[in-house]
């Protein structure tokens, strides 16, 4: 019983769908089963791209790969820019009062109104697409670094100094791993929004990956495969969140420590 | 400049402050912390500064430090203005202050590390300076896992590593019970006795700077100055024991008075810690 609590939510809800549907209660032809969503979901991984009628039959991976790549690409982007950015925001007044401001400006530019500049730019190429899933992962990260580094404890610097540490040291050795958790949050709340600007990217400024599928099943009255596409992402999304916080509990294994002290 | 207006002051004194004010600004308000402080540590000298909370005795290791400069006068070491930290004038503060993200070996080698030293040459030095403060088998530790006077004997290992001219302590065992406080002061003082260091000791603990200190300059509550210096003429090596004999008491004594009266002025005058 205690295992299964978790599913029970899920279980209610998908429960509450069938009978929506079986029921009538939405429009007929609409909205899905979730059985029929499992079966067309089955067929976009499983099925047979030559032999079979549906032009989405085994086309999932392909579509997978192409968004997780971009999701990548752009985070990693963001992340090489937005990192040391934030390292000498944080630490340097001057860096900070010439630099800050214009992020603080833009940053309320929501990703979504760049889109029409982004394809005037970079046309519809990948490039279109990097460049949106990177400024939208670029500001978690760069605002939670700073913030991080101007949470450095100042007896630590105090100890560094003490102890011959110069401004490279320092900087790399106490300010960037004093910050790292703060690093991590950032980074997490970073490919969370690059999950949402790969969508919105592909849906308009390229022709291929879950976005691009998203977009084209609603154009041709495929819910089944609009719904098999939300859960996808949201599957993915959840798995790369995942492997942050794995990877920042290894890396900050001294704070879990800290917080069973 | 040689200061000859002070007998005390020899050119053997390491550090040296001359006349030395610091006046802070806080938020439009002028707040005097140090007023004319003259003070001179000879080599291999343990001093002890002792003083009410709020005298400004943490602010004077401060700038001994490098970690502050003076309003006025001159803080010296080795002859020359002090000017920014620097590894031969090492800190062991209040709280321990080690790196989380490092384990015990890690922070005790951080200051060796930094300096480009090569391990081999330091390695037998680290093991036996481990040995000495009591965390042999913690050094793949990190300081999450360690009480907080293991924590505080890192801090004293780390300094003790590099070698340093001086070793500054500001209130090193301020924040421990008094058991292990007392653990941490015979822990001092064989170790000190054994290399000998020049130390500036900060604390508020008359026993703590009687027990440990050769000279105790007493500080005067806000705006601090150093009020008398006192000569602690117990022999070494010390223990806890002497803390009873008849010539401690007297010492004791004579510095409770002291103080005692500087207490009365800080409470009339509505205390301020820093």
């Not at chain 1, 579509?63 to 690409?73: H, T």
């Not at chain 2, 080599?43 to 005795?57: D, H, M, V, Y």
């Not at chain 2, 002859?79 to 090492?90: H, I, K, Q, T």
Request: aromatic share 10%.
């Amino acid at each position: 019983m205690r295992r299964l609590w978790p599913a029970l939510l899920p279980l209610a809800f998908l429960g509450l769908w069938t009978l929506a549907v079986e029921q009538r209660w939405v429009t007929e032809g609409i909205i899905p089963s979730p059985l029929q969503v499992a079966r067309s979901w089955q067929r976009w991984i499983f099925g047979s791209p030559v032999k079979s009628l549906s032009p989405y039959s085994g086309t999932w991976l392909a579509a997978v790969l192409y968004s997780s790549r971009r999701v990548l690409q752009g985070f990693l982007l963001a992340a090489a820019v937005g990192i040391p950015l934030g390292l000498f925001v944080g630490w340097n007044r001057l860096v900070a009062r010439l630099v800050d401001p214009s992020i603080q400006l833009l940053r309320p530019v929501p990703i979504t109104a760049w889109l029409p500049f982004a394809i005037a730019v970079f046309g519809i190429y990948d490039a279109s697409a990097l460049f949106l899933i990177g400024l939208g992962a670029f500001y978690p990260i760069v605002v939670n670094t700073t913030h991080g580094v101007r949470d450095t404890n100042l007896l630590l610097l105090r100890a560094a100094r003490m102890m011959g540490a110069g401004e490279a040291t320092i900087l790399t050795k106490v300010v960037f791993r004093s910050a790292l958790p703060s690093i991590f949050t950032g980074l997490r709340l970073g490919i969370g929004i690059a999950w949402t600007a790969v969508i919105v990217a592909e849906m308009i400024a390229v022709k291929s990956g879950l976005g691009y599928v998203l977009w084209d099943a609603y154009y041709v009255g495929r819910m089944d495969i609009c719904v098999a596409t939300m859960l996808s992402v949201g599957l993915l999304g959840f798995v790369s969140d995942r492997a942050l916080q794995l990877l920042s509990r290894v890396v900050l294994k001294w704070r879990t420590l800290e917080a069973h002290a | 400049m040689a200061d000859a207006g002070s007998p005390r002051v020899s050119d053997r004194a390491v550090v040296e402050l001359a006349d030395v004010w610091k006046v802070f600004d806080k938020s439009g308000r002028r707040v005097e912390a140090l007023q004319a402080v003259s003070l001179a540590v000879a080599r291999n000298e343990f001093a002890a500064i002792l003083g009410p909370s709020g005298c400004g005795k943490s602010t004077l290791l401060n700038m001994v430090a490098g970690f502050d400069a003076p309003t006025r006068g001159r803080v010296l070491f080795d002859g020359d203005p002090v000017r920014a930290p620097d590894p031969r004038r090492a800190v062991v503060f209040q709280e321990p202050a080690l790196f989380p993200w490092y384990t015990v070996l890690d922070n005790v080698t951080f200051g060796l590390r930094t300096r480009g030293v090569p391990v081999a040459s330091y390695r037998a030095r680290v093991e036996a300076f481990i040995e000495q403060v009591g965390l042999r088998g913690f050094e793949s530790h990190y300081p999450a896992e360690l009480s907080g006077g293991m924590k505080q004997r890192v801090g004293i290992a780390r300094v003790l590593v590099m070698e340093p001219d001086v070793l500054l302590m500001d209130e090193p065992f301020g924040s421990l019970d008094a058991q292990t406080r007392s653990l941490m002061q015979e822990l001092l003082l064989s170790v000190w006795e054994r290399h000998q260091q020049t130390v500036l000791f900060v604390t508020h603990d008359i026993e703590e700077a009687l027990l440990l200190a050769d000279s105790v300059s007493v500080m005067t509550a806000r705006p601090g100055r150093i009020k008398k210096r006192i000569a602690v003429k117990l022999p070494r090596p010390r223990s806890l024991e002497v803390t009873t004999s008849p010539f401690f008491n007297d010492l004791k004594r004579e510095v409770l008075g002291l103080i005692r009266e500087e207490s009365v002025k800080a409470a009339a005058y509505g205390p301020e810690t820093g």
